[in-house]
């Protein structure tokens, strides 16, 4: 049973314009939230993370949403640029847990010309 | 910058082998992960390691084992390899954090094919 959920698969977006990913969660133990950006035949990069005292976090061209009483994260890239194709992946963890990861199961993203 | 690094990039064993999987990392980090990585199902843990000898099952840690001898070095092991166990392997290490408020920086990967 995933505790994180990435319900859209794929998002094509057009260079320079905003690509918004989303991300769901169930177990509300959870307090930290990242985001990953990951190439094929690569590991995954940090991009950026968010903690639940906080309801947005913001670096360069990525800002992370979070909705606490939704249980619903996103984000958002401006201006998307072709570099950013990748799959991304939303993870959370909680407090005590070692900095096991939960993770949905991916968006790939791909910016089109 | 952190450095995680796995012995492969690819393998390709036969069904039934033993395959070692290792992994180091340069930054001290207390907590490793190993971490297995299948289309639409996104990233799920196998096993985590927190400290030298000191191991725990993930979500799904059936036909793995690992073996953490030295804080820099976690190993997965497929006891007996099976066609289910063909996969992309990504370990990851992180720093300590009573709270959980950590990244976790991973390796490149290894492509296992079990034929």
């Known amino acids: 049973d995933q505790q994180v959920k990435q319900n859209s698969p794929s998002l094509s977006v057009q260079e320079g314009r905003i690509s918004i990913l989303n991300c769901d969660y169930t177990?509300?133990?959870?307090?930290?939230f990242l985001w990953y950006k990951k190439y094929p035949a690569e590991g995954p990069t940090f991009l950026i993370s968010?903690?639940?005292?906080?309801d947005k976090n913001e670096d360069g061209r990525f800002t992370v949403f979070l909705n606490k009483s939704a249980k619903h994260l996103s984000l958002h890239i401006v201006p998307s640029q072709p570099g950013d194709s990748a799959v991304y992946f939303c993870?959370?963890?909680?407090?005590?847990?070692?900095?096991?990861?939960?993770f949905g199961a991916g968006t790939q993203v791909v910016v089109t010309p | 910058d952190v450095k995680v690094t796995q012995s492969s990039r690819y393998l390709v064993k036969r069904t039934g082998e033993k395959v070692f999987l290792e992994c180091v990392q340069d930054?001290?980090?207390?907590?490793m992960f190993w971490y297995r990585q299948d289309p639409g199902l996104g990233l799920r843990l196998i096993y985590f390691?927190?400290?030298?000898?000191?191991?725990e099952k993930g979500d799904i840690p059936e036909g793995y084992s690992v073996s953490r001898e030295k804080k820099e070095r976690f190993s997965l092991i497929l006891e007996s390899a099976s066609t289910n166990q063909t996969s992309m392997y990504l370990c990851?290490?992180?720093?300590?954090?009573?709270?959980?408020?950590?990244?976790?920086?991973f390796g490149q990967g290894t492509r296992l094919t079990v034929v």
């Open positions: 990851a290490s992180s720093s300590a954090s009573g709270q959980g408020m950590t990244e976790a920086f």
């Open positions: 177990n509300s133990m959870f307090d930290y």
């Open positions: 968010i903690s639940s005292i906080k």
């Open positions: 993870a959370a963890s909680g407090m005590n847990s070692w900095g096991k990861l939960q």
């Open positions: 930054m001290d980090h207390e907590n």
């Open positions: 390691s927190y400290d030298v000898k000191m191991k």
